[in-house]
C-alpha cells in the first residue's frame, strides 16, 4: 500500500492521514463510508470542498471505472471489465441466486500460476491489485447494479495467496461495519493450491471459505494441468486442508473443474472419492469437505473440451454413492463470455490489434 492510498486505508490509519491533513478524526468516517458507496471524490458532498480538493490534489484514490459492461440475457448476470487508474484492465462478474447476491473479484491483473484450461494465465501476470483495487470492484459493482453484495468469491482472475497480504487487508475492509460490513463468512476465496498460503491463512483467524482447485485425483493428471502442484503435490496440499479446518472449524470446498477426456470418468471419480476420504481423515476423523463439480467453460486457445450436463451429473452421483457430497455448480452467464479471464483476453488481444494498425 502507498502512503496516500486511501481506499488501502483501515479506518484507524485513515484517521491519521486526515488527521495530517488539518481534518477533524470525524471526517475520515465519512470518507470511508462515501469510497464504499463508489463515490468519486468530487460526489462526496458532505465533505467540505476544500477538503476535496485537498485529496484529489494529493490521495492516491484507486476507484476503478467500467470499462465494459455484458449483461446475460439467459440469467441476467453481469460481466465487468474494470479499468484501474494506470490503464490494467480485470474482470469481476455479479451473480444473482435465489439466496442473494454474489460478486467474483480479482486479485490479480493476469495470473502466474498456468493452469493448462484458464485464460487468464494465458498472457502471464502482470502485477498484483492493490487491496483497494480489490474491494472497489465490489463497491463499483453494488453501485451499478443498485443491489447490496451479500456475497463474495476471490475466484476471479489471478490467485489471491500469490497477492495474500492486499488480499487479506480486502477482507478486513470489506468487512468493516462503516463500509460493506459483509460478514467474513459470506467470503469465499479460491487457492490453486499455495500450500504456505494455505498455512497462514489459517493463522490469520479469517472465517472465510477456503475453496482449492483441485482438478485432478492423482499427482500425474494434476501435473500436466496445474504446474503449482510439482511444488506442492496433493498429499501435501490436503495436509494443508486438514490444517486449515483443525484451526479454522471451516468446511473445506474442493473445486473439481470436468474436462472431456482427461479427469471425467467415472474412474476418476472413484479415485476423487477415494482420495478425499484418506486425504481428509485426521486423528480417524474425516474433516469436512464438498466437491464443487464445474463443467470446464472452453477456451478456443486451450483446445480443451467439457463434458456433456449427463456425464457431469453421473460423476456427482457416483462421488454421492461413495459418501462424498458433491454438486454441479449451474453455469451463469455463458453468453457474456463469464468465464476467468477472456473477456480480458479479449480486450487485449483487440487492444494490440488497433495498435499495430497505428
Do not use: W
Amino acid at each position: 500500500m502507498t502512503t496516500n492510498e486511501i481506499m488501502s486505508m483501515y479506518p484507524g490509519e485513515l484517521e491519521e492521514y486526515v488527521a495530517a491533513l488539518g481534518e477533524k478524526p470525524y471526517r475520515a468516517r465519512q470518507l470511508f463510508a462515501d469510497m464504499a458507496k463508489g463515490y468519486r471524490i468530487g460526489e462526496m458532498s458532505d465533505l467540505p470542498l476544500a477538503f476535496r480538493s485537498l485529496l484529489i490534489s494529493q490521495a492516491d484514490y484507486r476507484l476503478p471505472e467500467i470499462a465494459d459492461k455484458r449483461v446475460s440475457k439467459i440469467d441476467g448476470t453481469v460481466k465487468y471489465l474494470f479499468r484501474m487508474t494506470d490503464g490494467e484492465c480485470v474482470e469481476s462478474v455479479f451473480m444473482r441466486y435465489e439466496h442473494g447476491t454474489s460478486h467474483c473479484v480479482s486479485s490479480q491483473a493476469g495470473c502466474a500460476m498456468g493452469c493448462r484450461f484458464c485464460a487468464s494465465t494465458l498472457l502471464g501476470k502482470a502485477r498484483d491489485l492493490t487491496a483497494s483495487e480489490i474491494y472497489g470492484q465490489a463497491v463499483m459493482a453494488g453501485r451499478d447494479t443498485g443491489e447490496r453484495v451479500d456475497n463474495i468469491v476471490l475466484m476471479g482472475t489471478g490467485e489471491p495467496l500469490d497477492n495474500f497480504d492486499n488480499v487479506v487487508r480486502f477482507i478486513r475492509l470489506i468487512s468493516d461495519s462503516l463500509g460493506l460490513g459483509l460478514g467474513v463468512r459470506h467470503i469465499s476465496l479460491s487457492t490453486c493450491g499455495l500450500v504456505p498460503g494455505i498455512y497462514r491463512l489459517a493463522e490469520t483467524g479469517l472465517p472465510v471459505t477456503l475453496s482449492v482447485s483441485l482438478h485432478a485425483s492423482d499427482d500425474a493428471t494434476r501435473d500436466a494441468l496445474m504446474p503449482v502442484n510439482r511444488a506442492y503435490n496433493i498429499e501435501k496440499l490436503l495436509t494443508a486442508c486438514r490444517d486449515f479446518f483443525r484451526k479454522t472449524g471451516r468446511r473445506v470446498t474442493f473445486e473439481y473443474t470436468l474436462i472431456s477426456g482427461k479427469n471425467d470418468s467415472e474412474k476418476d471419480a472413484l479415485k476423487l472419492a477415494d482420495l478425499l476420504r484418506k486425504g481428509m481423515t485426521d486423528d480417524g476423523r474425516v474433516s469436512p469437505c464438498h466437491v464443487n463439480l464445474i463443467r470446464l467453460n472452453e477456451v478456443e486457445e486451450t483446445g480443451l473440451e467439457a463434458p456433456s450436463p449427463d456425464r457431469a451429473k453421473a460423476f456427482a452421483g457416483t462421488l454421492r454413492k461413495a459418501g462424498i457430497n458433491a454438486t454441479v455448480r449451474r453455469r451463469l452467464g455463458a453468453d457474456v463470455t463469464a468465464s476467468c479471464g477472456q473477456l480480458r483476453l479479449r480486450h487485449i488481444k483487440e487492444e494490440n490489434k488497433q495498435q499495430k494498425l497505428l
